[in-house]
């Protein structure tokens, strides 16, 4: 089948974003879009690979909410400003940057004073350069500069703006209560456009216009997106076709696997659909990172960016790519306005994609996930103490705390066991499907920013009797576990759960197993991954854990030689737990190959703890840290404590 890479677009004309209100302040944020919202960004940029060095004129048109606003303030972290003018006249405007909270992850503040209102609107250019980084490791910035080795032969560029990196980029109101369309003229270095590498962004690819240079990329997003979704990559990238809105892009020796492991694209997103209704976004291109990528997927608008760890080779690991899709609705369409609701995106999205893995899959395949996350949540709240703060859906950050460090399994796993809660009483109380809600929910507050309490408004509203039931500020404020669980369909956990035990009354009353161990070799690869998880889960902490253990499992199911990315870790997890030598070499090799957080955090962490002398963890760590986004290295070297 061929498919046109250029399919002509529908993408509806963007309605307006309301501003959040006078009194809404993003701890994280220094702008106010209470009084001045951006609407449009137009980036002009230049990004040199030889000199990892990006030369940017951004033009901005700002809606006036209070006219007597006599200067606007912007978000900047290590951005260095060349000039700031007026475009009508061509003249410079004053600026000051200051620096409210010294070294704080917010970074600085960039004062503009506003040329003259026209029809409502601002107008002014920033002429800019940023390495992308974020000033010293301590914050972290946006970009990670490959070097050729880490990208086959060429050199790789690549961003990840959420939470608040999108200001090592370009200035902007870095909060996502400020949503605006976007476009982008792109041009590479000389050395990059012989190589043949090429452009891609969260948006759509435009023509080229008369007079642009004839090595340059045009891109538009005419859907309002929040600052933290504008992204990019540069690289040696080839594409593949999956149907006429869908293709992946990926470095030319992983192209065809990636293509083959996400062939079905199309039909999630078609499922989707049916489900949350029209994709708004045109296009649905998914482009695989080179190894130290620090996440598994971001929602990245028409284009999310993912980790290769995912190209299992047996699609096992496809529903990080259906999360994504989910985030078209939840996220994408309906903003939260800021980190402290962060669960209004994860939570809806965790709720969607596995309503479309029920669709897809079955019921039992949405319980096999839920349960595990209840048990991940479980340990997160364990771990961190089920008073602190962290443990709540909407957490009051502090001026200066860093969302990153924010950053857990609570905004996905508590959020989603809070609305499956409420559908299974929705389905009780009036006998319907609470999917219909959430599709008018994405319509109501389509291309907005919002706040849990507009979802409870409008919950109340459609469901007053189970409202009543609901004792929303313990879910929303409350610290600790979900008050109440919902029932999931638990066949294909039970049989899981059933092989667990078995092993471990073997372990522990050092029997040997029956036939009942071939049972493992039967499932299918997520049933394997949620008893190699749920096993960890239960031994990992128990002073009875031993190696021999672990080689019992080994002999009987080989997985030290496993490569599915999620097997593996887990596998890791219950060998370094074990203190087994044997395993050494595979982590090792494992923090090597990749940067993504949710494996190398736990595994720096657990090695610190099972190998405290000699410093294994932080010698490691040395050893693989330039080859990490710096995400990734300032977290471990927060959990390391060698910050
Ligand atoms: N938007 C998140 C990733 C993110 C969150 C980046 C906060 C920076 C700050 C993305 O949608 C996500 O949730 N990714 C998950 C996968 C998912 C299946 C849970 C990941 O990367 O593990
Ligand atoms: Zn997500």
Redo the contacts with the bound molecule.
Sequence with gaps: MTYSSTAVINVPPPREVKPPPPTFKDPCSYSDPSKLLTHHIHLNLHIDLQRRLIISKATYTIRVIDPTEKSITLDIRAISITSITDPSTNTPLPYKIHKPIPDAATGDALTISLPVIENGLVTFCIQYETDGLGGDFSCGGACQWLHPKQASGNPFIFT????IHARSVLPCQDTPAAKSTYSALVTIDEQSVKDDLQVVMSAIQQPLEKGDAENSWRFNCPVPVPS?LIAFAVGKLESRNISNRCKVWALPDVIKKAHWEFEHVEQFLKTAEGIAGDYVWGRYDILVLPSSF??????NPMLTFV?PTLLSGDRSLV??V???IA?SWT?NLVSCQDTCE?WM??GF??KL?RRILRELYGSGREGLDAISGRNTLNEYIKRTGSNHKYTSLVTKLEEGDD??DY?SCVA?EKGYNFLLLLEEYVQHDYNVDISEFFKDYYQRFSYQAISSSHFVEMFKEYYPKTSERIDFDEWIYGTGYCPQLANVDSKLVEQVEILIQRWITCFKEDALMGDEKNEFLSWDACQKLSFLSGLANKVMREDWWNEQHVLQLEETYKLNGVRNSEMRFWWCRLGVAAKWHGILDNVVEFVKEQG???FVRPLFRDLSVVYPCGDFAVKLFEEVTDSYHS?SRKMIQRDLNIA
């Design positions: 990840q703006c959420q939470s933290y620090c996440y598994g997927g971001m929602e980790t529903s990080v259906i999360h994504e985030h996220g962060f995106n994860e999205t965790v994609e969302p990153d950053y996905y993504r957080m949710k995400l």
